[in-house]
């Protein structure tokens, strides 16, 4: 595999794009080969710094090492990225309550809530949607009676 782990190093020193990486450090932490995966995805990530599956790599990478302060840093990162975009569930969920999918509004807000729980548009997006809603009766068409 020595022939191998020079290529992909010669590739990885490049800095290919972060598919790229993320296909040959796996490809490496699945034969063992932690300290690739540590010396290079560190360096990918300053390029694709939200690449959460490159960063659970790294971080599983620098548990098997015992680097365990590194792999909590690692995992405390990719959490703060998704804390960041979790806005974005309730942008979701307003569009799918406008669109009159509300089990899927109710869904994203779920998810949006466990981190805002104190958002309280939110709350209240969500109470309005968990209401039974009655259905809209038309008012019958009033008729004119023949004399």
Known sequence: MSENNDLFEEILALEPCS???????????????YDYVVKYGPKALRSNPHDLKLMKLVAEAYEKMGFMGHAQDMLERACSSIEKFSV???????????????EK???CLGKYLAHHPNDPEAKALLDTLQTPQEPEIPEPPEREFAQ
């Open 19 to 33: 598919t790229t990486t993320r296909l040959l450090l796996t490809r490496l932490a699945a034969d063992g080969q």
């Open 88 to 102: 974005l569930f309730k942008d979701l969920a307003s569009l799918y309550a406008k669109t009159k999918h509300s």
């Open 105 to 107: 509004a109710i869904e």
